[in-house]
């Protein structure tokens, strides 16, 4: 099989990674992909959302099947152009990707079918959210762009005066664009957090191992929310007990009201999930792999991860069954400092020959980048995730930490308690 992966992160590295696994597999392209890609697919200048050029692409190419990773194109109906063009292809239609697309959809979906998730209301111009906001709220209140916002658009405010600055942001300043036209104000929950990420075939679901993100940029959860800068899986905390809560309370529920809604979900179904002393409730919903995620969960998975992609677009997902190691992993992402807001670019990386070869330390490409002179350099503000296994996950912690030291470059950047969490479980 010729396969094409859509996207240029540490997830698209990670799923090159695994579908090169795949005996089935012959050839592998990615559009546009990165330095770290390059060594295992053959990488296309076409950006993710070109739809017509990445379809005549794979017409030309015969690409038998289409995987893609992010969420723009996902959103923007890509999985519509390739079907209507013929052509196979892995992820969510538009019409089921507005699950991540809009957050006023997801939240109004979850409470159409009675799914646990924090109370809240939809605001579309910025007078009424301030009304609400000023009318005796409970602080602290979680302010959310409704559409795309590279994981950033989520506001939790302390008190009304930031929660006015943060609707002024985001409705009126539109610091993340369109995706501020609409808002939503919610409760604020606390409790642990997991990635659920599972496979769906628009009827059946199969759930992957579980894993925690870590999403703010600095040590102790401090500073702002980033795409994420490291995780670890499997999360303790999700038991065997809270999975069969959340079977029966969220995953199922949500994929039977997506195809009562006329809108199957088949593809990723990533639930972010808050633990709380009411049980568990959805934090959101993502139409695609999760990023760091999917560098923890993908080198556990013991399946041939095609078999899975194909049971998935033929809805044969039910003669599945998902298989992992009984180990651990972590991943620690080395960013450039100064991330999410200003980094250099440019600078080279030393030491990633050292991964080569090696069975149980990884180092997938998140932002680099071939410089003139043909050195791997940094392009971006995650650079690169260093995943370790291990058996248990204090090992596989301690190995990811140890194998952060064989990579340098000028402004690295990461946080030290990556998985720290562990120790209270
Ligand atoms: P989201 O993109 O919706 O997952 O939000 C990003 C992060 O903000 C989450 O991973 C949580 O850490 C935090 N967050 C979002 N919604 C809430 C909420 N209702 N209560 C507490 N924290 C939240
Ligand atoms: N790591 C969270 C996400 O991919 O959205």
Redesign the pocket.
Known sequence: MKILIVGSGGREHTLAWKIAQSPRVTKIYCAPGNAGIAQIAECVAIKPMEFDKLTAFAKEKQIDLTVVGMDDPLVGGIVDAFEAEGLRVFGPRKNAAIIEGS?AFSKDLMKKYGIPT?AYETFTDAESALAYLRGGVKFPI?L?ADGLAL?K??L?CKDLPEAEAGVDELMREKRFGAAGDTIVI?????GR?VSVLSFVDGKTLRVMTSAQ?H?RAKDGDRGL?TGGMGTFSPSPFFTKEIEEECMRTIFRPTVEAMAAEGRPFAGVLFF?L?LTADGPKV??YNARFGDPETQVVLPRMKNDIVDVFEACVDGTLDRIELAFEDNAAVCVVLASDGYPEHYEKGLPISGLESFEGDPSHFVFHAGTAVDAEGRIVTNGGRVLGVTALGADLHEARREAYAATERISFANKYMRHDIGKAIDEA
């Open positions: 957050k924090a979680v959310k994981g658009g989520v939790i919610e409760e604020f929950m606390t957090e993100d999403k929310n972010g808050m934090l959101e």
